[in-house]
């Protein structure tokens, strides 16, 4: 469950539902964007090395509401803590895209050859509009406007940049939503495709990617393969010698929609985990 966001929100922007790095990619990071996570207390091995590379010389900007241990310290210190309120997550998202789609700060060459014009040309009107620029989003997200627009820069300017988030992103009403914002930060500014940059999940529990990669979602079999697609279920059912239905199985929105019902007498219908 806690991150059904990123699997929803990596398919329909990158294709695939998994995180885009090793944890070993940190390594050749310039800019490194944290977002929603504590990656000392929550994942010790990879904070462990985020710190070393930023004691080496990467920039490190922070988006939590928390002052969590790496915005301050006497080893690591980050360049910028967005200290958003809770909630505002596609605000902000939407005003860093604002910044680098307004200021031409956009990888135009990556964009030509791996994004699809129609849905790229709508998402850069929608953030371009002065609604979601950090001015106008600075009531919102409680986040001066021009600390946004400078890690905007250094995000877009600084080399390889990666984001990596965690549950303060996904476990959330727009949790889906906030990873396809991080997805599309990703596209426009080239930062995906070599070491050091990437869209990278911080799991909540151990090998919860690997769970998601054997098909444990009840839309999906192994790989990321939707049970709706005819090939694939043919594929599965001669290698497990089983006939598969077609239909995807109950998500837990379902679960708590049938519990309402039941003990509430009201009469809600069977949706997706997270819709957008």
């Known amino acids: 469950m806690c991150h059904s966001p990123t699997g929803y929100g990596l398919k329909s922007t990158l294709g695939e539902s998994a995180g885009t790095q090793t944890f070993a990619s940190v390594e050749q990071s310039d800019v490194i964007v944290v977002m929603g996570a504590n990656p000392t207390d929550g994942h010790p091995v990879f904070g462990s090395r985020l710190k070393r590379r930023v004691r080496e010389g990467a920039k490190l900007i922070v988006i939590d509401p928390r002052r969590i241990d790496i915005v301050d310290t006497p080893h690591v210190k980050a360049q910028y803590h967005l200290q958003l309120r809770p909630g505002t997550n596609v605000a902000m998202v939407n005003s ?23 849905a790229f040309d709508q998402w850069r009107e929608f953030v371009s509009r002065e609604e ?48 396809m914002g991080i997805a599309n930060l990703a596209m426009a500014t080239g930062n995906i495709g070599r070491e050091g940059v990437g869209v990278n999940p911080l799991r909540g529990q151990n090998n919860v990617q690997g769970s998601c990669d054997i098909g444990s979602f009840p839309h999906e079999l192994p790989g990321y393969r939707h049970i709706g697609d005819a090939a694939v279920r043919s594929l599965f059912e001669e290698a497990w010698n089983v006939k598969l239905q077609d239909e995807p199985g109950l998500h837990s929105q379902y679960v708590r929609c049938r519990h309402a019902r039941h003990v509430h007498g009201s009469v809600l219908p069977g949706r997706g985990h997270r819709s957008v």
């Not at 860093?96 to 031409?104: N, P, S």
């Not at 627009?149 to 992103?169: D, F, K, P, Q, S």
Request: net charge negative; glycine share 12%; with cysteine.
């Open 96 to 118: 860093l895209a604002h910044v680098i789609v307004t200021e031409g700060l956009l990888k135009e060459d990556f964009i030509a050859e791996r994004c699809e014009t129609r």
């Open 132 to 179: 979601n620029s950090p001015e106008a989003m600075e009531a919102t997200t409680g986040v001066p406007a021009h600390k946004v627009r400078e890690a905007a820069r250094v995000y877009a300017n600084g080399g390889n940049g990666a984001i990596y988030y965690g549950l303060g992103v996904t476990e959330h009403a727009q949790g889906s939503t906030t990873v």
